[in-house]
């Protein structure tokens, strides 16, 4: 990938130093939710001040950071005052207009690039990437066909039998499930694809799930690659739910192969950041079962909330260190840790009415970290929060994340 200028050695941009103009070193994110916010919490604690752009006033992230630029993420002007503000520039969310990264990138070091981030913004270009680096990486991603055109549609009504039942997802902006349709027959894909308003989408086949998991991978401007052990993740209604990250979480095996995938992924991309590659362990008749490659988040992401806690560093310090061209250590996670996400359906009782979460009990139990983002008001299926649940071992942390999943009436969990 060819960035607009060239920052391969790029001069590291020390925490608390102070340019000879007197500006002081800063680093810039678009976008205020969580994953802004909790990236502030990271630059700050090191000394960097921190500058985010969001167009919303009472963000996660414009809440707690020393600037925020109230602009939207095209704003010409307000794209000027980031550049001005700020040494180096991360996203937290891969919808950003790939125009704006661009722009950005013409003075600053952008990370991660316009094109990277353009790749996973669109599942056809994620899979046409997945499938090229397949060699490399040794995993592939779900059978799957492009559906832009009628006559895309007809092709794979009449041709891909193969890929019933299936999964019609648009090709842009899905995320937490949105955007797909469960289809068994011709017909229903049709309808599908109409409901779905005619756009490009992806048919991808229907996999027998055994398990999900996710690998965190940080890369820097030099190519250097650290990584996270896979974490294993339960998805309720197309959510993250819980994220399960110790070692055992599950067969060794199949978990190097998912961190030596995930590395050459993003070694395959020139990517410099925090990139999340999510795959799918399939039912394919072996003891482990075979792995899939599902898509990439270009930063950090749910799954590595855990990070935070039970890590000697997180992913949002590492996107830091990636960003500001300081040199990444490897991370050790030095506790096992269970992660709860917080939905708003937390703050509502079974009749409907707001209730405040039983926080007393729950923050009396051991090894729990309670983040919450500062998020105003409570909806269901908002994320407003993560407990990450650490321990001496994972017996203690399973009591604990049931207690503690229990307290708080998370649905669906089942058995943690
Ligand atoms: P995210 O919030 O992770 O961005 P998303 O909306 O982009 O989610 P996917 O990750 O593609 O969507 O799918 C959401 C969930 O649906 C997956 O985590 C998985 O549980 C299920 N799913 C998706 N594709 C398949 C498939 N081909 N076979 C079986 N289950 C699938
Ligand atoms: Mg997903």
């Known amino acids: 990938m060819n960035e607009v200028i060239d920052i391969k050695n790029m001069t590291p941009i020390f925490p608390g130093s102070v340019d000879a103009a007197g500006q002081r070193a800063t680093l810039g994110v678009l976008g205020g939710g969580q994953l802004g916010r909790m990236f502030v919490h990271a630059a700050q604690r090191l000394g960097y001040f921190t500058a985010v752009l969001e167009p919303d006033a009472q963000s996660p992230a414009g809440l707690v950071s020393?600037?925020?630029?109230?602009?939207?993420?095209?704003?010409?002007a307000g794209l000027a005052e980031l550049a001005?503000?700020?040494?180096?520039?991360?996203?937290?969310?891969?919808?950003?207009?790939?125009?704006?990264?661009?722009?950005?990138?013409?003075?600053?070091?952008?990370?991660?690039?316009?094109?990277?981030?353009?790749?996973?913004?669109?599942?056809?270009?994620?899979?046409?990437?997945?499938?090229?680096?397949?060699?490399?990486?040794?995993?592939?991603?779900?059978?799957?066909?492009?559906?832009?055109?009628?006559?895309q549609l007809q092709g794979v009504q009449r041709n891909r039998a193969d890929l019933l039942p299936g999964i019609l997802k648009t090709a842009r902006m899905g995320y937490d499930g949105k955007g797909q349709v469960r289809v068994k027959t011709a017909d229903e894909l049709a309808t599908a694809w109409t409901e779905l308003g005619g756009v490009a989408c992806v048919l991808e086949k229907m996999l027998p799930l055994t398990a999900e998991c996710?690998?965190?991978v940080?890369?820097?401007?030099?190519?250097?690659?650290?990584?996270?052990?896979?974490?294993?993740?339960?998805?309720?209604?197309?959510?993250?739910?819980v994220t399960h990250a110790y070692e055992g979480n599950m067969p060794s095996a199949l978990a190097d192969r998912a961190r030596d995938a995930a590395v050459a992924i993003?070694?395959?991309?020139?990517?410099?950041?925090?990139?999340?590659?999510?795959f799918f362990v399939v039912d394919d008749g072996t003891e482990h079962g075979g792995l899939v490659v599902n898509e990439m988040a270009p930063r950090p992401h749910n799954s590595g909330h855990y990070t935070i806690d039970a890590c000697d560093a997180s992913q949002f310090d590492l996107q830091v260190y990636a960003m500001a061209g300081l040199p990444?250590?490897?991370?050790?996670?030095?506790?096992?840790?269970?992660?709860?996400?917080?939905?708003?359906?937390?703050?509502?009782?079974?009749?409907?009415?707001?209730?405040?979460?039983?926080?007393?009990?729950?923050?009396?139990?051991?090894?729990?970290?309670?983040?919450?983002?500062?998020?105003?008001?409570?909806?269901?299926?908002?994320?407003?929060?993560?407990?990450?649940?650490?321990?001496?071992?994972?017996a203690s942390i399973t009591t604990v994340a049931r207690r503690a999943a229990d307290l708080l009436g998370l649905p669906g969990l089942g058995d943690i």
């Open 66 to 76: 020393h600037h925020h630029i109230q602009t939207s993420y095209d704003d010409p």
């Open 84 to 151: 001005q503000l700020c040494q180096a520039i991360t996203t937290e969310f891969e919808n950003v207009p790939a125009q704006t990264l661009q722009t950005l990138a013409q003075t600053r070091p952008v990370a991660p690039g316009a094109a990277v981030v353009g790749i996973a913004q669109n599942r056809i270009e994620e899979k046409a990437h997945f499938t090229a680096c397949a060699d490399v990486s040794g995993v592939t991603c779900a059978p799957y066909a492009v559906i832009e055109t009628d006559a």
């Open 214 to 216: 996710s690998v965190l």
């Open 218 to 241: 940080a890369r820097g401007w030099d190519g250097q690659v650290v990584s996270f052990a896979p974490q294993r993740n339960v998805h309720v209604e197309g959510i993250l739910a």
């Open 266 to 278: 993003a070694q395959h991309l020139n990517y410099v950041g925090v990139l999340c590659v999510e």
């Open 328 to 394: 990444l250590p490897q991370p050790r996670q030095h506790s096992p840790a269970i992660m709860l996400n917080l939905l708003g359906d937390v703050w509502f009782d079974a009749s409907g009415q707001l209730q405040e979460p039983n926080w007393r009990s729950v923050l009396s139990l051991p090894g729990t970290h309670l983040h919450l983002y500062g998020k105003l008001q409570a909806r269901p299926g908002r994320k407003m929060g993560h407990l990450t649940i650490t321990g001496p071992d994972v």
